[in-house]
């Protein structure tokens, strides 16, 4: 098993796959959020002190004829609040290519939930990289063309990895869908200390 | 690829799919400048579905940002809120110097104070000619002036327009560089073989019917030049409200046959129009810089021509007052001189005259001035504020805190390094 990771200060790419010589075999690509356990619970630890102070001000602003009724709702919506929170917070997100056979991508969320999403080989036409404007920021996303899909569909969901990280998992899409990469554009990459 | 020498932002709200002379001066100056091995990216906001990078020919990066225009394709002015965007483009790109157009355009106002308060190098051109004395004027000149007030250089298109633009912002003149715009002498060529001008004379006019472009005075232009020169025919092309006017001239005199009205002529089409003329006739009342007698001198018609700034050497041109008498005897001379004009030899001249090359050299010069200057810190520049007005002056440095305060917030937020750096592609050609 060879395995090569880039890491920055927010994310951690991990490449898993056979030796180089087997081209049928399985290549996982990994993005994981770093610290994801320490800011995870941190969070979940500040949402949580919030969320009582939040009880304690409704106890005194409404309930003081029924505290207890008042402390017992809070609670229950507080709580709900945080799993619903949890949810949202991602801990790893994976591409797995199996080629011939097609590609799963998996979002893995703190709580333990695994969300994937299989796609043939047949139904993707290509992987392009494309820069995203937003209103105030611009990142670099992956995306795949499929067949019989009007939007472009996103690999890496929740994440943003940098370039750096999604230039060699543009390349193994690539090298399974059988697209010449010679045909398309030449980049000169600066290299970022 | 060697490292390029520059690496220019051009910014504006004016920018393809919509057309204009903005528009098309920033394209062929981008060009230009990347054929001079120099980086350009444009920036301006998003055109309906239009939004994200495009890249356009010569590897021309355009980022559509995708903030809404609010009125006459302006971004809605948050003042602060294309703070996150700008920084994350200039950082991206590694830009060198931002160079701003039209006076008109928020975005660019914006995008130029950001700039300065990053410390970066900062150039602004002026397309347009404005008044002093309506609200709307006064207000724009004042947040002309706020940002003239920190700028490296300026250019503008003419000298009339550097007089406008220096007595509305105050602006030293020291700091105002002259270049004229020029025209695509490849598209405007005339035609091969010329129109005869034996039998019937044509004259073309084509503009926006409206008022600033002197549609009134060609309502009583018109029918008097028809009435003293049977053998004259008008071709108008161009729309607008006044189009009314000019339908209601051609009933009440009967000038049907030799007027011809072809409604608005998209800009592929003007060179197919012009070439069937001999004289061009440009009324406007004012323009700082009027391109379209720069694309009929190129396509080899004479033109009659208002005093308007960007005038052609004398004897390409008849100049009159906006005045429909004075207008008409320049239309009579210009008859007289007519069999001793030679097209293609007009042509050449407009070839070596006004050509984006050179536009794109003299912007250079620009460019490496700016660079030059030095960079002041805070507290000087916030000195140049305080003389702009009383109670103004002290606005704007309270802008330009915040402004700076609102950055730095952001390089704690978001540090410097975590901006990623684009590549530079290159495009097979």
């Known amino acids: 098993m060879v395995s090569s990771s880039i890491s920055n200060k927010r994310y951690t790419y991990i490449h898993e796959s056979e030796s180089e010589a087997n081209r049928e075999a399985i290549d996982i690509h990994h993005v994981i959020i770093n610290g994801s356990r320490v800011t995870g619970y941190a969070r979940l630890r500040w949402l949580a002190t919030f969320l009582v102070a939040l009880a304690i001000i409704m106890y005194f602003l409404l309930g003081k004829d029924n505290p207890v009724r008042t402390l017992s709702w809070s609670c229950l919506l507080s709580g709900f609040f945080v799993m619903i929170q949890t949810r949202k917070f991602v801990k790893k997100e994976s591409v797995i290519i199996m080629p011939t056979f097609g590609i799963q991508l998996e979002t893995q969320y703190l709580s333990g939930k695994t969300l994937s999403m299989f796609i043939p080989i047949g139904k993707i036409l290509k992987p392009v990289l494309v820069e995203c404007v937003t209103p105030v920021t611009c990142y670099w996303s992956l995306s795949l063309f499929l067949r019989g899909e009007e939007q472009l569909t996103l690999v890496f969901k929740e994440l943003r990895p940098t370039l750096k990280m999604l230039v060699p998992i543009w390349k193994a899409l690539c090298a399974v869908i059988g697209t010449d990469q010679s045909e398309m554009m030449t980049e000169e990459e600066h290299v970022v200390a | ?429």
Not at chain 2, 277 to 285: R, V, Y
């Open chain 2, 1 to 429: 690829m060697a490292e390029p020498k520059l690496r220019v932002l051009m910014v504006s709200d004016f920018f393809f799919p919509n057309f204009g002379g903005v528009e098309n001066h920033i394209y062929y100056l981008s060009q230009c400048l990347l054929n001079l091995g120099h980086k350009v990216v444009v920036m301006t906001h998003a055109y309906g579905n239009r939004t994200g990078v495009r890249y356009m020919t010569g590897g021309l990066k355009v980022y559509y940002v995708p903030w809404r225009p609010f009125a006459m394709q302006n971004t809605f002015p948050t003042v602060y809120g294309t703070l996150p965007i700008v920084r994350t483009i200039l950082k991206r790109e590694r830009i060198t110097v931002v160079h701003g157009h039209q006076a008109f355009s928020t975005l660019c106002h914006e995008a130029l104070m950001h700039a300065r308060t990053m410390g970066y190098r900062v150039v602004f051109t002026d397309h347009s000619l404005y008044g002093f004395a309506d609200v709307g004027s006064i207000h724009m000149n004042k947040v002309l002036q706020f940002t003239l007030a920190d700028i490296d250089q300026a250019i503008c298109v003419s000298h009339t327009s550097k007089e406008n633009t220096v007595l509305r912002s105050g602006l030293a003149p020291g700091k105002v560089f002259m270049i004229p715009n020029a025209v695509d002498t490849a598209m405007f060529k005339p035609a091969d073989v010329r129109p005869s001008s034996d039998d019937v004379i044509t004259i073309v006019v084509i503009s926006r019917l409206v008022y600033r472009k002197g549609a009134d005075l060609l309502v009583e232009v018109i029918p008097e030049v028809c009435r003293l020169y049977p053998n004259v025919r008008f071709v108008v092309g161009g729309d607008g409200p006044k189009h009314v006017r000019l339908e209601e001239m051609r009933e009440k005199h009967s000038l049907q046959d030799r007027v011809e009205m072809l409604g608005a002529v998209p800009h592929s089409r003007v060179r197919s129009v012009l070439v069937t003329g001999h004289i061009f006739l440009n009324s406007s009342l004012t323009e700082a810089f009027c391109i379209a007698i720069l694309e009929a001198a190129s396509c080899g018609l004479l033109t009659v021509s208002t005093r308007v700034g960007g005038v052609l050497p004398d004897d390409m041109v008849v100049l009159a007052e906006p005045d429909p008498d004075d207008m008409v005897r320049a239309i009579e001379k210009a008859i007289s001189i007519l069999p001793s004009i030679n097209p293609e030899e007009m042509h050449n001249r407009m070839k070596k005259l006004y050509s984006w090359q050179d536009v794109a050299k003299r912007t250079e010069i620009v460019y490496d001035r700016a660079l030059k200057c030095s960079n002041r810190n805070l507290l000087e520049r916030l000195s140049r504020f305080l003389s702009c007005g009383a109670w103004a002056g002290k606005v704007f440095c309270m802008v330009m805190i915040i402004d700076y305060l609102l950055w730095r917030l952001l390089q704690f937020l978001q540090p410097d390094d975590d901006v990623e750096e684009a590549p530079d592609i290159n495009f097979c050609n």
